[in-house]
């Protein structure tokens, strides 16, 4: 995988050869290359999927064409996730608690350690097993080094000169306690401040056997550490090389595979029928305006295109197949999905509570502030099949209503009254239902803060948040700005595909 990843970004990029940092890459990757397409995958989730359209005829693929199409798909899904995700880290590999891989390695592990205890038992001790090992740490430290590690390069090649502590061992004169208390101290050096205690706790391990143990088991985690940094340093790199990257394998896949952009082609003519018969007035705002302005949609390619990725945050990810050109994603819409509904409801409860509260409870913002948050907390779960909106919405209007009466008391203000509690614990109760007016209209007006960004294209300001929304602002700005980042990245990757298939709709309307 980090072969792929080398090659297919650093050298297009005219680079001769990859640095040490890259190097390190190269070979931490290739022991968490499992890992990381299970991760892959397990973060694009599998709708099912409906009848693919017929657009163009099918033909029969060999198994080779296959394979060599996951790869590629695999390779861009890999170079997209670390431009696209700033959190992107690879993971030490873990097996399964009593798997058959798991058992087999500790097994396979606990006879080379045995082996190696034999060794040095004996007398006088064989070395054998002790130099191998000692020429693999040696590699592993050089792997580490950036360029500029002239002197510890030097050190490291001179103390671990492996031709010598063979003459050494063969003469009797093999200090490998000495060779291990260099080793802790090299690791020390080139450790990331993690593993600072790792690698101290080294130093009280006595017994040669363990010792080594240990000292590959942090070895290990430094590896990982380094192939982090690594991929931190050249993620700048990938981000200028990866929307010609992504382009050309989603061409190479297409050229195998024709009718790979038939989910964007419904998608898109979905998008365009909506703005057409003016449906968005209804449910979400696009293109020519607001939502509910009257205005007839100007049908332009990025009027469709807008609307288009806005109703990817409606999406019905378990009924409806998701278009290929954001395939790789999907997770990371749900994710924005989940965070709107849960805005919605946040905003909704807010908006009928500051509304019914007096004007000296609405006016502070600290109470403001409290109730979000107590809301969020009880929202925080909205994500588990075993939500029950409904049942948290009861829980919410009896919280309100009791914070409502304490801010009041504190105030010196005439309690709540009996009907305005029930009242409001109705109001709340009711935005359960998608068609409750209220939140109807606070998720019009989220819509709408987010067409509107959209809208502006690459400006940084953001635009004036909508009445009523004042309390969940923040929240609101930080969502959108996903949601922008991750649509203009993929405009820049897929535009071309768009344009030409909006051009035909376009020209048949």
């Known amino acids: 995988m980090s072969e792929n990843l080398d090659k297919s970004h650093i050298n297009e990029a005219g680079e001769s050869k990859p640095s040490d940092s890259e190097q390190g890459l190269e070979g931490a990757l290739e022991c968490s290359d499992e890992a990381l397409q299970k991760k892959i995958k397990s973060d694009s989730p599998s709708p099912q999927r409906v009848a693919r359209p017929h657009s163009s005829p099918a033909r029969l693929v060999t198994v080779e064409e296959l394979l060599e199409t996951a790869k590629g798909v695999t390779n861009m899904a890999l170079a997209h996730e670390i431009v696209v995700n700033g959190d992107f880290r690879i993971k030490a590999v873990e097996l399964a608690e009593g798997s058959l891989e798991k058992r087999v390695k500790e097994i396979v592990h606990k006879a080379f350690w045995d082996c190696l205890s034999v060794q040095l038992s004996e007398d006088p001790p064989t070395y054998d097993h002790a130099i191998k090992l000692v020429g693999e740490i040696k590699e592993t430290l050089l792997s580490f080094l950036l360029p500029g590690h002239t002197r510890l390069r030097n050190q490291i090649t001179e103390v671990l000169d492996l031709e010598l502590i063979k003459q050494e061992a063969e003469n009797g004169a093999l200090d490998i306690s000495k060779l291990a208390e260099f080793i802790i101290g090299m690791m020390g050096t080139l450790c990331a401040p993690a593993r600072d205690e790792e690698v101290k706790k080294l130093k009280d391990i006595k017994e040669i056997v363990p010792l080594f143990r240990a ?210 614990k109705g109001q709340i109760q009711a935005l359960a239902s998608p068609d409750d007016p209220i939140r109807r209209i606070v998720e019009s007006r989220v819509f709408t803060f987010l067409e509107t960004y959209l809208a502006s294209g690459h400006q940084k300001l953001l635009p004036t948040v909508p009445g009523g929304l004042g309390p969940i602002q923040k929240e609101l700005e930080e969502v959108a700005v996903k949601f922008v980042r991750l649509v203009n990245y993929n405009k820049m990757v897929f535009c071309s595909y768009y344009d030409a298939i909006l051009s035909k709709l376009l020209l048949r309307s």
Not at 332 to 359: D, M, W
């Open 215 to 424: 000292i590959f088991s942090v070895l290990d985690l430094m590896k990982v550490d380094m192939a982090n940094f690594a991929i931190t340093s050249i993620r700048p790199h990938l981000m200028q090389q990866s929307v010609e990257y992504e382009r050309k394998k989603f061409q190479e896949v297409l050229e195998k595979h024709p009718n790979s952009l038939d989910f964007v082609t419904q998608w898109l003519e979905e998008a365009s029928n909506d703005l057409l018969t003016q449906k968005y007035k209804h449910a979400l705002p696009a293109g020519g305006g607001a939502a509910g302005s009257g205005d007839a949609p100007v049908l332009t390619p990025v009027s469709i295109q807008n609307y288009a990725y806005l109703k990817l945050l409606k999406w019905d990810h378990f009924q409806r197949p998701f278009p290929e050109t954001v395939l790789m994603d999907q997770s990371r819409f749900q994710e924005l999905q989940l965070q709107l509904e849960q805005l919605a409801i946040l905003g909704a409860v807010l908006l009928v509570t500051l509304s019914s509260a007096t004007p000296g409870i609405s006016g502070q913002a600290d109470f403001a502030e409290k109730l979000k948050m107590t809301v969020k907390i009880l929202l925080m779960d909205m994500h588990l099949p075993s939500f029950n909106l409904e049942d948290t919405l009861t829980s919410i209007g009896e919280k309100v209503c009791l914070e409502v009466s304490s801010c009041l008391s504190l105030c010196g203000s005439p309690p709540f009254s009996i009907n305005k509690e029930t009242a409001l």
